[in-house]
């Protein structure tokens, strides 16, 4: 803590003021937790990016919130981030620590600190100088600056994954992320003694459950590695015995899969929460049994409302098929209705758009006043986006997103219930259905699919005749493609927009051959 403090004061010093944005480019290192909690103290806006970002992501990212300060590492792994800063900004060796950065691409910034070794490099302040200068000032200031923090101010931006287009930035404030630590905590805590987040940490997922955990209770967060993989996530789980893991699907997945499973102990798992897409429950099944895990459920939210609102585990042990088959109910103190066009509450089991209201909502897109009028109502609700119904008991499940619902010679047509179909076939992994253009029926299904490792041959046209007898004529994919990878954002969720631009250039590829 007195690090945070040390740093939290350097940054005052600098001239940092209440509602500045800072932007947090770091894998999941220590000194990305402590800007945190810098941050706040401070009553600035962290800004959570990438570290795997380009100069053109970065650019955006910086410039569409208009960031006033920057943390950087020298590199990441292989990813050479100071030099493709330096790239972005060639005025950063010309400039002045004390006058602060001039940049013709970057105006608003001023202030860059790297984190390493290389104290040394111009225009930047030294990350460990920080700390140690800060250390050496008085923290009246800022005991004085932290008291005056308004709890309803925003604490953080959050880039929206982006899986229908150029990532939005979510802001969220002190007083919504504390509430929905403090009351996920209340239900979690007999989970959560060691809990291992291999999640990286410009995800709202890995802050809100993982990072900010701390603030409000005794519990060991364990980060696996600054860019986390397979094998990094199930050594922490086995040396530390972690007791939860929280995650995406495609970490479970990977874990079911990995050749070298057997060599590490994973039975400490009590616990573990699934988020970014709703799974078939025979998959979470397989997890309990396979890796195994004492008890799993699936989480439900969005980066727009702090990651979660609803989660399976509220059904207990004694509900399985809803612990594992719904997304859960809504957390407390926040409420949730399925809404028709009009935004009335249809009947109970009746389809409808989930909409939520409550303190974890963001305060808005930062900057974009048109599409944060499109996600949230003038009541407060905020429209997901996402098609589903709940059952008398206030149990969600999820039907289908609806910016990816097929509409083919004016019928709807939703994905999740063919993909879980095919994923019924003996070989199938996974499967992706979306839909492109079509000059007779305005759109036409696809499906990519992935086979199980050591999987008997399987060939798109065995799909097509195992699908004859289990859906509609109508609903069968005719564009069919075995693969060996989805287009994914890289916090594990399949971008269906890109899978349809990749099925369209490979079609009309194929056709200019054939002329």
Same mark, same amino acid.
């Given at each position: 803590?007195? $690090?945070?403090?040390?740093?939290?004061?350097?940054?005052?010093?600098?001239?940092?003021?209440?509602?500045?944005?800072?932007?947090?480019?770091?894998?999941?290192?220590?000194? +990305?937790?402590?800007?945190?909690?810098?941050?706040?103290?401070?009553?600035?806006?962290?800004?959570?990016?990438?570290?795997?970002?380009?100069?053109?992501?970065?650019?955006?990212?910086?410039?569409?919130?208009?960031?006033?300060?920057?943390?950087?590492?020298?590199?990441?792994?292989?990813?050479?981030?100071?030099?493709?800063?330096?790239?972005?900004?060639?005025?950063?060796?010309?400039?002045?620590?004390?006058?602060?950065?001039?940049?013709?691409?970057?105006?608003?910034?001023?202030?860059?600190?790297?984190?390493?070794?290389?104290?040394?490099?111009?225009?930047?302040?030294?990350?460990?100088?920080?700390?140690?200068?800060?250390?050496?000032?008085?923290?009246?200031?800022?005991?004085?600056?932290?008291?005056?923090?308004?709890?309803?101010?925003?604490?953080?931006?959050?880039?929206?994954?982006?899986?229908?287009?150029?990532?939005?930035?979510?802001?969220?404030?002190?007083?919504?992320?504390? +509430?929905?630590?403090?009351?996920?905590?209340?239900?979690?805590?007999?989970?959560?003694?060691r809990l291992c987040v291999p999640i990286p940490m410009f995800h709202i997922f890995s802050e809100v459950v993982g990072v900010l955990n701390v603030a409000v209770a005794k519990?060991?967060?364990?980060?696996?590695?600054?860019?986390?993989?397979?094998?990094?996530?199930?050594?922490?789980?086995?040396?530390?015995?972690?007791?939860?893991?929280?995650?995406?699907?495609?970490?479970?997945?990977?874990?079911?899969?990995?050749?070298?499973?057997?060599?590490?102990?994973?039975?400490?798992?009590?616990?573990?929460?699934?988020?970014?897409?709703?799974?078939?429950?025979?998959?979470?099944?397989?997890?309990?049994?396979?890796?195994?895990?004492?008890?799993?459920?699936?989480?439900?939210?969005?980066?727009?409302?702090?990651?979660?609102?609803?989660?399976?585990?509220?059904?207990?042990?004694?509900?399985?098929?809803?612990?594992? $088959?719904?997304?859960?109910?809504?957390?407390?103190?926040?409420?949730?209705?399925?809404?028709?066009?009009?935004?009335?509450?249809?009947?109970?089991?009746?389809?409808?758009?989930?909409?939520?209201? $409550?303190?974890?909502?963001?305060?808005?897109?930062?900057?974009?006043?048109?599409?944060?009028?499109?996600?949230?109502?003038?009541?407060?609700?905020?429209?997901?986006?996402?098609?589903?119904?709940?059952?008398?008991?206030?149990?969600?499940?999820?039907?289908?997103?609806?910016?990816?619902?097929?509409?083919?010679?004016?019928?709807?047509?939703?994905?999740?219930?063919?993909? +879980?179909?095919?994923?019924?076939?003996?070989?199938?992994?996974?499967?992706?259905?979306?839909?492109?253009?079509?000059?007779?029926?305005?759109?036409?299904?696809?499906?990519?699919?992935?086979?199980?490792?050591?999987?008997?041959?399987?060939?798109? +046209?065995?799909?097509?005749?195992?699908?004859?007898?289990?859906?509609?004529?109508?609903?069968?994919?005719?564009?069919?493609?075995?693969?060996?990878?989805?287009?994914?954002?890289?916090?594990?969720?399949?971008?269906?927009?890109?899978?349809?631009?990749?099925?369209?250039?490979?079609?009309?590829?194929?056709?200019?051959?054939?002329?």
């Open positions: 803590m007195s $690090g945070i403090d040390s740093l939290a004061a350097s940054l005052l010093e600098l001239g940092f003021e209440k509602n500045d944005r800072f932007a947090v480019w770091l894998p999941n290192t220590s000194q +990305n937790v402590a800007m945190t909690f810098a941050a706040s103290k401070l009553g600035l806006i962290k800004v959570n990016i990438n570290p795997a970002y380009v100069e053109r992501e970065l650019e955006y990212c910086i410039n569409k919130v208009g960031c006033k300060g920057l943390i950087l590492p020298p590199s990441v792994k292989t990813i050479p981030s100071l030099l493709i800063f330096r790239q972005l900004v060639p005025e950063l060796d010309q400039s002045s620590r004390s006058r602060g950065l001039s940049s013709k691409v970057l105006p608003t910034l001023k202030h860059v600190v790297l984190t390493g070794d290389e104290s040394s490099t111009s225009g930047v302040h030294s990350y460990n100088r920080l700390i140690e200068h800060g250390s050496k000032l008085s923290h009246e200031k800022l005991n004085e600056r932290q008291a005056s923090v308004n709890p309803d101010s925003p604490l953080a931006i959050f880039y929206t994954s982006g899986t229908t287009g150029q990532p939005k930035a979510a802001t969220l404030t002190n007083f919504g992320l504390l +509430n929905l630590v403090h009351a996920q905590w209340n239900f979690f805590e007999r989970f959560f003694t519990c060991k967060i364990v980060f696996p590695a600054i860019l986390p993989d397979t094998v990094s996530t199930m050594k922490a789980i086995h040396e530390e015995k972690c007791t939860a893991l929280i995650g995406a699907p495609i970490i479970f997945r990977d874990i079911l899969g990995h050749p070298d499973k057997k060599n590490y102990d994973l039975s400490s798992l009590a616990f573990a929460i699934l988020g970014a897409s709703p799974m078939h429950i025979s998959f979470l099944r397989q997890l309990e049994k396979e890796i195994p895990i004492t008890r799993i459920a699936q989480g439900y939210g969005m980066t727009e409302n702090a990651a979660t609102f609803t989660s399976g585990m509220w059904a207990g042990d004694e509900d399985s098929e809803r612990r594992l $088959g719904s997304l859960g109910r809504i957390m407390q103190g926040l409420e949730v209705k399925i809404a028709d066009e009009q935004g009335n509450a249809v009947p109970i089991g009746k389809q409808g758009e989930i909409w939520m209201r $409550g303190f974890s909502v963001m305060r808005g897109y930062y900057n974009d006043p048109e599409k944060t009028k499109e996600a949230i109502t003038s009541a407060g609700w905020l429209r997901t986006g996402d098609d589903g119904k709940m059952d008398e008991d206030g149990y969600l499940y999820f039907i289908s997103r609806r910016k990816e619902m097929i509409i083919r010679g004016g019928v709807n047509i939703y994905p999740v219930e063919i993909e +879980n179909v095919i994923i019924e076939h003996p070989s199938v992994a996974e499967a992706q259905v979306f839909s492109i253009p079509d000059q007779r029926y305005g759109e036409e299904v696809c499906a990519w699919i992935k086979l199980k490792p050591n999987a008997p041959k399987c060939e798109p +046209n065995d799909i097509t005749k195992f699908l004859k007898d289990k859906v509609a004529f109508f609903k069968i994919p005719k564009h069919i493609r075995i693969v060996d990878k989805f287009i994914m954002t890289p916090t594990g969720k399949v971008q269906k927009f890109k899978l349809s631009e990749s099925m369209v250039h490979e079609l009309k590829e194929g056709v200019d051959k054939k002329k």
